[in-house]
């Protein structure tokens, strides 16, 4: 896989900038971080490993109720399904543009990108083609074929996707063009719900994953290494964009652990994985050690947290990892002062 590994390379360097130098130099959050708010690494294991030959680089994840991972293989431009056991199931190939993607911007190839899954099992995902025939959002029901139900810019990069089932409609973020669309989940024309100069991109990727959460989308920026709040208004609309967590070099998608704001986020070049607190602070919960490779997204089932890594530039192991998330500092410490307590 060293041509796909020249390709990113070489579009980042197009984009204006040596993206992984600059991740690998900048101080993590972690770097930042007292040794009391350190993070113990979580015990990790890979579930499954798989094909970089053929483009099996993980991008995003949806959880099934069995704990079944349905993921998004970027440049095999597939869906498929991996089981607790580690089984992969492919579900879906994209069609591959005449031009082999070659206009798909930043990136110049095709992929898969951000994926969410209904209650009643459909898959919603993003695919990045470069063309206005194949670029938008498709849609597969269990045991069907995909089906576009919207179009989106082929100059455009769609990449992270959000479900809001109770309004029956899907945001999608355009890391190219710093905005983020809304669809119908029955399909139909896509429009610009918000561009705020927050999504913006600063030479490569701006807005990327995207989750709601307490009557807001939250949003991540890659580029400005960013975690943002956008609450929605009366009208479903926008308010003003609220940055809640900076200086995260490389920041990916990202998952709520149920403890009020606080999310686990994924640090691509980086190799982190790390928590990030209500107040923006944040530790490191896992790193290369425990196999990540370039991680690009991350779920959260009853404190197993399930985290996908691509390979992009280590070009080596693209897995998919499982770990138990570990108690917080602040969760650690009154759990020690209680045993003290109990014991006196």
Not at 8 to 22: D, K, P, R
Not at 139 to 168: M, Q, S, V, W, Y
């Amino acid at each position: 896989m060293k041509k796909k590994s020249a390709i990113f390379a070489s579009a980042l360097a197009a984009a204006g900038m040596t993206l992984v130098t600059a991740f690998m130099a900048a101080p993590s959050p972690a770097d930042a971080a007292s040794p009391a708010d350190a993070v113990p690494t979580a015990k990790a294991r890979i579930a499954a490993h798989f094909d970089l030959s053929r483009g099996q680089l993980p991008e995003n994840i949806a959880l099934e109720p069995d704990g079944t991972a349905d993921v998004t293989f970027a440049k095999a431009r597939q869906v498929a399904t991996v089981s607790p056991e580690g089984r992969t199931r492919i579900l879906a190939t994209m069609p591959n543009p005449a031009d082999g993607g070659v206009k798909t911007p930043a990136l110049g190839f095709a992929l898969t990108t951000g994926i969410v899954r209904a209650h009643d099992g459909t898959l919603y995902f993003l695919y990045a083609s470069g063309t206005s025939d194949l670029t938008g959002l498709w849609r597969l029901r269990p045991g069907g074929t995909p089906h576009r139900i919207a179009a989106l810019p082929a100059d455009g990069l769609p990449n992270g996707l959000a479900l809001d089932e109770r309004h029956d409609r899907l945001y999608a973020a355009d890391s190219v063009k710093g905005a983020i669309y809304t669809v119908p989940t029955r399909g139909g024309e896509a429009s610009t719900w918000s561009a705020a100069p927050e999504l913006a991109a600063k030479g490569f990727l701006g807005v990327n994953g995207l989750k709601i959460h307490k009557g807001a989308l939250w949003a991540t920026n890659l580029d400005q290494g960013t975690v943002l709040r956008v609450p929605f208004g009366h009208t479903g609309r926008p308010g003003p964009v609220q940055t809640r967590a900076t200086g995260l070099v490389g920041i990916d998608d990202f998952a709520f652990t149920g403890k009020g704001d606080e999310i686990v986020a994924a640090l691509n070049s980086p190799n982190e994985v790390v928590r990030i607190r209500r107040d923006g602070t944040s530790s490191t919960v896992l790193n290369a050690a425990d196999g990540l490779q370039n991680p690009t997204s991350v779920a959260l089932r009853h404190g197993r947290l399930y985290v996908l890594s691509a390979a992009y530039t280590t070009a080596a192991d693209p897995n998919l990892l499982l770990a138990r998330l570990p108690r917080s500092p602040q969760a650690q410490a009154q759990a020690q002062a209680q045993t003290q307590t109990q014991g006196q």
